[in-house]
C-alpha cells in the first residue's frame, strides 16, 4: 500500500521539475539569508563580549551559520537534480547522491528547528551569563590600571549610555561597591577615613553613581552624589525621583536586546523549515515519478510518484531489517578473516547434508 | 574650418550612438546618486536644525536634488534619442529636436558644476550658522520647563555625548552661562546668593559643566564639578588634565562632520559633470554627423562630425551678431530700401 500515491502525467512531471527548481533557488536564497543571520547574531554576541562570563548562548548563531551554509549546499543540489531530472541519460547519475540528500535535508530540517527551540531555552542561561559577567564589570570599573582590566571602566559606560541602563539590577548596585579608585582617594580626609571605617571590607562606599548613569531626558541636571539624602538637594526626593537616572538594570536591557534579536529571526527561520520541507517533499515526488517512468521506458507516459512504496508500518519494518543486516554485516566483518571460511565449510556440509535425504 | 572635426562611417556611427545609449543610463543613475546624495545632506542638516541658526544653506541640498532630478530626466531623453539614432527613419523624428536638446544640456552640465562649486562654498555661512546656534542652544539649556525649548537640554547633551565634543570652543563656554535652572537653587542659601551677586547679571555661574562633557576613557571618575580648583580633588591640574572632559568644541565637531560629508558629495558631483560633459560630446558629434549625412543625402556613407561648424571665434562672432540683430527685429532697415512711409519719386522719368 503505496504512501500519498499521485499520478504525473509528462506535463505534470516538467511542471513538478520546474516549480521545484525555482523553489530550490528560493531556498538557496533564504539558506544565505540564515547564514547572514547567523553571522550579524554571532557579531553582536561578540561585541559585548566582555560582559558575558560564558558563551553557551553563541551555539545559535553558531547553527544558523552551519545550517545556512549547509542549506545553501543542499539546495544548489537540489536545483542541479532537477534540472537533469527530465533528461533520462542525464539523471541516473543523481540515483546515489539522492540516497544521501533526503537525510542530510531532514537533518537541516530538524537542526532549525531546534534554533528556535534553544532560542527560548538558552534565555535563562542568558541571564546568568550577564549577571555574573556585568557584576565582574562593576566591581572591576576602578582597576584602570591593572592590565586585563583596564578597560572595563570605558565598557561599562559605554555600555549604559548606550542601552539606556544602570548597574546589574538597578543603580543601587553602585552603592556597594567601591567604583572610585583607591589612587584617587585623598587618605588624609576625615571624610575618606570615616567612610572607609564604615564597613567591614574597608571599601570607599558611597551612595553615588558614575556619571554614565545620567538621563540626559531629565529636566533637571544629573545628581549622582548623596543620592540617598533628600536634604542634599533643593527640591529632591529620592523615592519619587524617576528620570534622574535611568531606572533600567543593564542585565534586563541585554537580555531583552538579544532576545528581541532572536525573536525577529523567528519567522525568517520558520519560513525556511517549511520552503524546505516543500523541497523535500517535492524532490521525493519528482524522484519517484521520474524513476517510474524510466523503468517503464516511455518517456511520454503516465507514472506514479508517491512518497512511501510502502505504508510507514512496513518501511520502518524494512529499515529495522536493513540496519540489523549493516550492523551484522559491519559486527561480523572484523572476525569474518578467521571465521569465514569455517561457516563457508560449515554451509557447504549443511548443504551437502540436505539434499541427501530428500534423495 | 570645423573645430575639433572627425569622419564617421556607418559602423562607427551606429557604434556612437549605442555606447551613448549605455552611457545615457548610467548618467542617469548617477541622476539618482545625485538625488539621494541631495536627500541624504538634507535629512543630516534637518537633524541638528535646532542648534543652527537662521542661515541659508537648505540651498546646497534643495539644489542637489533639482539638479539630480533633471539630469535623470534629460539623460532618459538622451538614451532615447540616441537608441533611434540608429535607425534612419526613427532619427527624422528626432532631428529637429537634436540641436535645442544639445544646448538645454550644455547649459545644464553648468547648473551641475555650480552645484559642485556650492558645496565646497558652504563651509563660511554653516560655521556662522553653528556658532550662532551652539550659543543659543547653550543659554537655553536650563529652560526645560519653556514650551519650544523644553527638549534642548536633551538636544545638547546628546550632542556632546555622540560627537565627543563640549560646549561651543571648549568646555569653558559653560562657565560662562547659567546652565542649572533656578526651580533647582536653593535661595535661602548663603553660597547660592553668594553666587548669585557675584556677576553683574545675577546668574548663578559656577566653574562646572554637564555630565555629557565627560570622557568615557578617562581613568578617573568624571570631576565635572570645580573644575579650576586643584585643591577641590586629590591629584587634579586642571592645566594639564586633558582626560577628563571632551577637550574638542561642539563647533568644530559639528563643522567637521558636516565639511567632510559636503567634501565627498562635492567630490562625486564633480565626477559627475565631467561624465556629463564627455556624454554630451559624443551627442553633439553624432548630431552634427547625422545631420551631414543627411545634406550629403546618403546616410549610409561616411560622414564628418564636429563639435562646432566653425573655429571658436568664428562661432563667437555669429552668435553674438546673432544677438545683438534680436534686438533689432522691431526696427526698420532704411539702408537699402530707404523709408518705406515716404514716397519716393521713381527714378524713371520717360513715359
Known sequence: MVLLKIKFTQQRRVHLAQ????????????????FCLGVYLKMELLRRDEVMDNTEIHVVPNILIIVGLASIGTNWVASCVCQDSLDATRFPRWKVLLLGWFPVAAVLCCLLISVVVLSFALQGRLEESLKVGLRNGIRFYKDTDVPGRCYQKETIDRLQMEFRCCGNNNFKDWFEVQWVSSRYLNFTSKDVKDRIRSNVDGRYLLDGVPFSCCNPSSPRPCLRYTLTDNNAHFNYEYQSEELNLYSRGCRQALTDYYMELMNSTGPGVLSVILIQMSVILGM?????????????????GESDGFLLEKGVKETMEDLKVKALIMLQFWLVDPIASEGSSEDADLEKAEKEASPTPAS | MAFLKLTFSKNKRDKLAQVLWILNWVSVVTGILLFSMGLFLKVEINKRVELMAERDIQYVPNMLIAVGLIACAINFLGGKICYDC???????????????????????TFCVLVGALMCYSMHGELEESLNLGLTEAIRFYKDTDTPGRCFLK????????????????????????????????????????????????????????????????????CIQQQISNNSAHFNYEHQTEELNLWMKG?????????????????????????FELSVLTGVRYLQTSLENGLRQGDLNSESDGWLLENGLMETARINLNIIKNIGKCNQIDTANNGDPNIDVPSSSIAH
Not at chain 2, 529637429?96 to 550644455?106: K, N, Q
Not at chain 2, 563647533?251 to 559627475?272: D, M, P
Open chain 1, 19 to 34: 516549480g521545484l527548481w525555482l523553489l530550490s533557488w528560493t531556498a538557496v536564497i533564504w539558506g544565505a539569508i540564515i
Open chain 1, 284 to 300: 521525493r515526488y519528482l524522484q519517484t515519478a521520474v524513476e517510474g517512468i524510466m523503468a517503464l521506458e516511455d518517456p511520454e
Open chain 2, 86 to 108: 540608429v535607425d534612419t527613419t526613427k532619427f527624422l523624428r528626432w532631428k529637429l529636436i537634436l540641436l535645442p536638446y544639445i544646448m538645454c544640456t550644455f547649459f545644464f
Open chain 2, 154 to 221: 536633551r538636544t545638547v547633551d546628546l550632542l556632546q555625548i555622540e560627537f565627543k565634543c563640549c560646549g561651543n570652543n571648549g568646555y569653558k563656554d559653560w562657565f560662562q552661562t547659567q546652565w542649572i535652572s533656578n526651580r533647582y537653587l536653593d535661595m535661602s542659601k548663603k553660597d547660592v546668593l553668594d553666587r548669585l551677586r557675584s556677576n553683574v547679571r545675577g546668574k548663578y555661574l559656577m566653574d562646572g559643566v554637564p555630565f555629557s562633557c565627560c570622557n568615557i576613557n578617562s581613568p578617573r571618575p
Open chain 2, 250 to 274: 561642539c563647533r568644530q565637531a559639528l563643522l567637521e562632520y558636516y565639511t567632510h560629508i559636503v567634501q565627498s558629495i562635492g567630490l562625486t558631483v564633480l565626477i559627475t559633470w565631467l
